[in-house]
């Protein structure tokens, strides 16, 4: 069975410092691997997601994660973080069934302070 | 457009009463996901639906939750009786019918079981 950890489970960084969330996941073929944010109060939204092609992905907000099949992993990184970046982060594992769509599986996500 | 929307936001109910939740997807969506989000977890998926027909619901608990899609759009799930540990955020979301397309997540519905 699919499975996606997040080792962090609190981060915090100082406004204008880099930031890299871990993921590293668990699946048995090529993987369709997603970041959503969820801030306080708020559904899930997306960040980036990764299908196929080039393995560094760009997302909005300023971020990117880069897929590296090697250490099943889909770091998330983002090179300033800004105040508003204060939220939980998760990462999820897409498995696609027969019947259509996509069972997404999530990590337990990673909660990011920024201090000012 | 509009996004995926979901009512009540919050829901206070005591152990063994019953609770629904409504979900509305984005128009045009063919397939909806109820999740369960419990604190301090990751999004849990309860059930997911294919116009109107069931997909995958094997994280459900048959027993005493329940969901349904007439007409292929809005959804309903509902959980009768309650438990102490349904306490939770039940996130709907909505995705076109396509491989590894992107789910659109409502607000979410926060619900506190005594």
């Known amino acids: 069975a699919q499975s996606v950890t997040q080792p962090d489970i609190h981060i915090t960084v100082s406004e204008g410092a880099s930031l890299e969330l871990r993921c590293n996941y668990s699946?048995?073929?090529?993987?369709?691997l997603f970041w959503y944010v969820q801030s306080p109060g708020q559904g899930l939204q997306l960040l980036l997601k990764y299908f196929s092609g080039d393995t560094l992905v760009q997302g909005i907000k300023g971020f990117e994660a880069e897929f590296k099949r090697s250490q099943s992993s889909f770091n998330l990184r983002k090179p300033s973080v800004h105040w508003s970046d204060a939220a939980e982060y998760f990462c999820a594992v897409g498995d696609i069934l027969t019947g259509g769509g996509n069972k997404l599986t999530f990590g337990t996500g990673t909660q990011l302070k920024v201090e000012l | 457009e509009a996004g995926v929307a979901q009512s009540p936001r919050y829901k206070i109910i005591e152990k063994r009463q019953s609770v629904a939740f409504w979900c509305n997807p984005i128009s045009g969506h063919a397939t909806l996901y109820w999740y369960q989000q419990i604190l301090g977890q990751g999004p849990k998926l309860l059930i997911q639906?294919?116009?109107?027909?069931?997909?995958?619901d094997s994280q459900l608990p048959k027993d005493r939750f329940s969901a349904e899609r007439l007409k292929g759009v809005d959804s309903t799930l509902k959980i009768q009786p309650a438990k102490l540990e349904d306490s939770a955020v039940y996130l709907c979301?909505?995705?076109?019918?396509?491989?590894?397309?992107?789910?659109?997540f409502g607000p979410g519905t926060r619900l506190l079981v005594l």
């Open positions: 979301a909505s995705s076109p019918d396509r491989v590894a397309e992107t789910q659109y």
């Open positions: 699946y048995g073929a090529t993987p369709y």
């Open positions: 639906f294919q116009n109107n027909g069931v997909v995958d």
